[in-house]
């Protein structure tokens, strides 16, 4: 069920002018196919109810995109309903699934999700788990749509918060480590696709000697697919869906926003676009 | 002073993009600056990591709490973090003494019943206390003037520790003093314990006055003002071209309701804190979750009336005058 990223993807949004501009980028140039017509405007929502919004925000408007993108910061469903994509941004997940609730979003979430592209990073990647160990006493609410098993501050306390370089081979000039930080961060402890569900692709994993010594004493899943421990992956896209631990927001470099816009966002405007046609 | 860990540095301010010129509609956020590292070993405790987690804890409410179940209440009602202390500071007010570092043991209790982050005070100063907390995992160290301060002309050296410090500030120059020795994350020194907001409304409008001023002076206004505000020069220079101060910067002091909350949040703070006014009030949890929501749709009028409603008493308020009891705490810190 688990395939590295960067082999077999379906389209690709480069239009083909822009070939030898791309070309550099590993994983794409084989991909090419005749561009589709594409709306000009891609509106993003960002989830504004608690955390690091403003610094998606920030991140986006500074980002070279092959689109111009629409920004919309979400606190109501009419909001939302705006929104080609969403992205929900670190903070405290047991805040933001609250005034969630209290805003009435957690449905209308859940049911962007099953048609539209949402990124989460840190509490984002926790609440778009399909389960979560380190919950609050009394468990605490998800919006689900990654169906993995994620577990919280699974590195500890703050003061185990650190930053490292990742290595990710589908961002552009991916010969330049991406500074991943972490930040009382989630680990990624299972993945449970069942058989109806998107294949889950991993997107970038940190070294093993990160991982804190008390998980890394834990024997890998028997029905892991993968040989190496999950605890590992940082990084993870499932269908239109991604999810990263750490926080491309925190940094200056854009190409995980640039990569979540060209590779989970654009290829459902175009699906849209061209399907009645 | 001994450096209880190894391998830190003082953290130098690189140049920062973000924000820069702020045109219509870019939010201005707090820089990360982090430590760019080679080779693959992962760095701890970075300024990056330090300031980040501030950068996570904006738009939420920090709540004071004296116990587990208090914390507990905190975390039902959407509290994006807990500030664990023996005693709020309306009772430090009221029984007098001098207060300090709360006992590890009780800490470590809130700890264990909470998932969100746990902050806890030292006194000004007192870096063993902050070694303590430290050694213990806390999430944040508050190293505030509601305490009785423990060194009258030094704070804590803050770049000698992997756990991140909160400090209070009544102006710009003590703010970018705080920075200076290693906090990652300003609040207001609005007058703890008394349930009136004019202080921290005071500290905000003065920072943030301070920083508009900072913003259109040229270079060599700007070395003199370092010097009549007392700051560090660098640090000045970075707050006038972001327009804002440089870390996360969050109200703090006498917020007893969500109006005083969003208020806070229009004057152009990230957050809130909210000490004794939450366990002091007629419904605790009411009241909490209410400024929690406050915080998120600050900038909704409708919204807060609604969220406002049927809250019960809130705390009594003192008035802030020489005679107040307990005495002026924003006056503590150099």
């Given at each position: 069920m688990i395939r590295e990223e960067g082999r077999g993807q379906a389209t690709s949004l480069i239009p083909a002018s822009e070939a030898a501009r791309t070309?550099?980028?590993?994983?794409?140039?084989?991909?090419?196919?005749p561009s589709s017509p594409t709306p000009d405007i891609v509106t993003i929502g960002i989830l504004a109810l608690q955390g690091a919004f403003a610094e998606h925000q920030v991140m986006l408007q500074k980002a070279s995109l092959k689109r111009r993108v629409v920004i919309v910061l979400v606190r109501q469903q009419e909001d939302l309903d705006k929104c080609d994509a969403l992205i929900i941004p670190g903070g405290e997940s047991t805040t933001i699934a609250l005034l969630a609730r209290l805003a009435g979003l957690l449905e209308p979430i859940r049911e962007f999700l099953k048609t539209k592209p949402v990124w989460g990073t840190c509490a984002g990647a926790i609440l778009l788990s399909r389960s979560v160990e380190g919950a609050k006493k009394g468990g605490q609410e998800l919006l689900g749509g990654i169906s993995i098993t994620i577990e919280r501050n699974g590195f500890g306390s703050q003061v185990e918060s650190f930053e490292a370089p990742l290595e990710v081979?589908?961002?552009?000039?991916?010969n330049r480590p991406f500074h991943g930080i972490f930040i009382r961060a989630p680990v990624v402890i299972g993945l449970n696709p069942s058989p109806t569900d998107p294949p889950i692709q991993i997107i970038s994993r940190i070294s093993?000697?990160?991982?804190p010594t008390s998980q890394t004493a834990v024997p890998l899943d028997e029905d892991d697919t993968d040989p190496r421990d999950s605890r590992t992956i940082v990084a993870l896209r499932q269908g239109l869906h991604l999810l990263t631990t750490?926080?491309?927001?925190?940094?200056?470099?854009d190409r995980f926003h640039e990569y979540f816009v060209r590779e989970c966002v654009l290829p459902t405007l175009s699906s849209r676009s061209s399907s009645p046609a | 002073m001994t450096t209880p860990v190894q391998g830190q540095t003082p953290v130098s301010t690189p140049p920062v993009t973000h924000g820069v010129g702020n045109p219509a509609g870019t939010p201005v956020v707090a820089p990360t600056r982090s430590k760019t590292q080679d080779g693959a070993g992962g760095s701890l405790g970075t300024f990056g990591v330090k300031s980040g987690l501030a950068q996570m804890l904006k738009g939420g409410v920090i709540m004071d709490v004296v116990n587990a179940e208090q914390a507990r209440i905190a975390e039902e009602a959407g509290a994006c973090a807990v500030m664990a202390l023996e005693r709020v500071p309306a009772d430090i007010r009221a029984t007098g003494g001098v207060a300090r570092m709360s006992d590890p043991h009780m800490i470590k209790e809130i700890v264990d019943a909470v998932t969100i982050p746990v902050m806890a005070k030292v006194r000004i100063g007192h870096f063993v206390e902050a070694q303590i907390l430290q050694a213990i995992g806390i999430d944040y160290i508050d190293e505030s003037e509601v305490l009785t301060p423990a060194d009258d002309e030094h704070h804590i050296n803050k770049h000698a520790f992997k756990v991140p410090f909160v400090c209070g500030a009544r102006n710009l120059g003590e703010a970018l003093r705080r920075i200076s020795e290693g906090a990652a994350f300003i609040r207001t020194k609005g007058e703890a314990g008394t349930g009136n907001v004019v202080e921290a409304v005071r500290h905000q409008r003065a920072v943030m006055s301070e920083i508009r001023k900072a913003s259109v002076m040229s270079e060599e206004e700007l070395y003199a003002y370092a010097k009549d505000i007392q700051a560090p020069f660098h640090l000045l220079k970075e707050t006038a071209r972001l327009k804002r101060l440089p870390v996360v910067n969050f109200a703090a002091g006498g917020i007893a309701t969500p109006a005083d909350a969003a208020l806070m949040m229009q004057l152009g703070c990230d957050g809130v804190f909210v000490g004794s006014g939450i366990f002091k009030s007629g419904d605790p949890a009411k009241r909490a979750r209410a400024i929690v929501q406050s915080v998120t749709h600050y900038n909704n009028a409708k919204l807060l009336a609604e969220i406002s409603e049927d809250l019960g008493p809130a705390m009594v308020g003192l008035n802030i005058d020489k005679n107040l009891q307990g005495g002026h705490l924003a006056d503590r810190g150099w």
């Open positions: 070309s550099g980028y590993p994983g794409i140039e084989a991909k090419m196919q081979e589908s961002l552009r000039e991916a093993a000697s990160l991982l750490f926080h491309p927001e925190l940094t200056k470099d | -």
